[in-house]
């Protein structure tokens, strides 16, 4: 991010004149802050306009409120790819806003942003309490999901056209930046709609978000399949378990995985840069591994390696509907030449690929990412009855806070030479460099 981006001022639709009705016992001060605490080259101190230390605005329930809770109207969606601890965050938002906020009119969009686009004609439905009590034990998202851009114009139409006061959207880089797109628009027409964002990325890789929903159940899943994976190229003379997970831009789970099971021998990441052949690449290592122990595990994240294929088969970028490159299979790419160099030189092996990525996004969020995932959509709540808008709730510093959509990007990777990834090559036992 560019020094000029470090922007923490929060918007807010007016002044905030309603006692709150939430029962607590403190109420977080609309001044409380933390300061951003973060350094560039040289040691020179980030500061705001103003020469003073960039801080950021704490989440929490605020003793006044800009919506009458009577007669607030209250939109979720969810965009994007799924992710465990979805429905988690639906369930918290909701339960929090009626029963402690006392807004009793909360509406669905189904499938992401197309349920605001007339000519889908998805339907909406009703949330309260009782149709969401008992999704925590479910995958995915109840309001299902969508990708690709939709007209912001025809968004904010939308709702306009259905009273929305707020509109809670669940959702990745791309989300933030609609939800932000849909900011700037509701502000041009000034319409009094907070809009408020819960950001989800499995890969964890959000600049300044100290950790994203559904990466600690994503570890724990991945933990189970590296152990199956060990146990097959156990079974086997010269076996190789080969297994596939997510991490687009950043190997996150890859190494957090490797490190919670010591069973993998290599692991490959979009950071790391590796070569398949020639005395120091992977292939040559994977030879001396199996010479030594007859077995080896491999993790490779889904967007490392690219350089590699595209190379090879001369493909060009291509992006998806939501914008983003669109990956080459790297799982099946490894695989093939795999068994083609070991059959160049006349060596058996037994190679099982796995890839649970589709199982793993799908599955319900486990105990750790519950407990963020109910505080999230808690403290979004707060947020968004204040009369914030144009803003997210992320944990940093081990404090919820309030962040600008505009300064929350993906980005955040694995640096090769931190300590993280030291621990990882002496977890595995892998080169320093796979590069010749």
């Known amino acids: 991010m560019n020094r000029e981006n470090y922007d923490f001022n929060i918007q807010d639709l007016g002044e905030a004149t309603i006692p709150s009705p939430v029962n607590v016992s403190y109420f977080t001060p609309e001044g409380k802050r933390i300061l951003f605490n973060i350094y560039l080259e040289n040691y020179t101190e980030l500061k705001n306009a103003e020469g003073l230390p960039l801080s950021v605005e704490v989440a929490g329930p605020r003793e006044r409120i800009f919506f009458d809770p009577s007669k607030t109207k209250v939109a979720i ?34 499938y992401g942003f197309q349920g ?17 009590k008992d999704i925590l034990g479910m995958g995915g998202s109840i309001l299902s999901s969508s990708r690709g851009r939709q007209d912001v114009d025809e968004i904010v139409n939308a709702l306009k056209r259905m009273n929305i006061d707020i509109f809670f959207c669940i959702g990745g880089d791309g989300t933030m930046r609609a939800a932000e797109a849909i900011t700037e628009e509701t502000g041009k027409r000034n319409l009094n709609i ?28 991945v933990v189970k399949v590296i152990r199956c994976a060990h146990v097959e190229a156990e079974g086997a003379p010269m076996g190789i378990g080969l297994v596939k997970i997510m991490g687009r831009l950043s190997g996150h789970i890859a190494a957090d995985a490797a490190l919670a099971q010591s069973d993998v021998n290599f692991v490959l990441i979009p950071e790391a840069p590796f070569d398949l052949e020639g005395e120091k690449g992977l292939l040559k290592a994977l030879e001396k591994r199996l010479q030594e122990r007859n077995h080896a595990v491999i993790l490779v994240a889904e967007g490392a390696g690219q350089e590699l294929i595209r190379q090879e088969k001369n493909e060009p970028v291509e992006t998806d509907a939501s914008g983003n490159i669109k990956l080459l299979d790297i799982g099946v790419f490894l695989k093939m030449k795999i068994d083609d160099h070991f059959r160049k030189i006349g060596r058996e092996i037994n190679l099982k690929y796995i890839d649970p990525s589709y199982t793993i996004r799908s599955v319900p969020a486990d105990a750790s990412d519950s407990i963020y995932c109910s505080a999230l959509g808690q403290y979004a709540v707060h947020a968004g009855m204040a009369g914030k808008t144009g803003m997210l709730v992320g944990l940093m510093k081990d404090e919820y806070v309030h962040l600008p959509l505009k300064v929350v990007t993906s980005g955040k990777g694995v ?4 300590n993280t990834w030291m621990r990882v090559l002496e977890s595995t036992g892998q080169p320093l460099s796979l590069k010749n």
């Open 415 to 418: 640096d090769p030479g931190d």
């Open 116 to 132: 605001l686009i007339p000519r889908y004609g998805h339907d909406i439905c009703e949330l309260t309490p009782e149709n969401v």
């Open 77 to 110: 969606a969810t965009c994007g790819g799924l992710c465990p601890g979805i429905n988690d965050v639906i369930r918290a938002v909701v339960m929090e806003l009626y029963h402690r906020y006392g807004v009793k009119n909360i509406i669905g969009i189904r």
């Open 194 to 221: 907070a809009i408020i964002g819960v950001p989800k990325t499995i890969d964890n890789d959000l600049n300044l978000i100290q950790k994203s929903f559904g990466f600690d159940t994503a570890i724990s899943e």
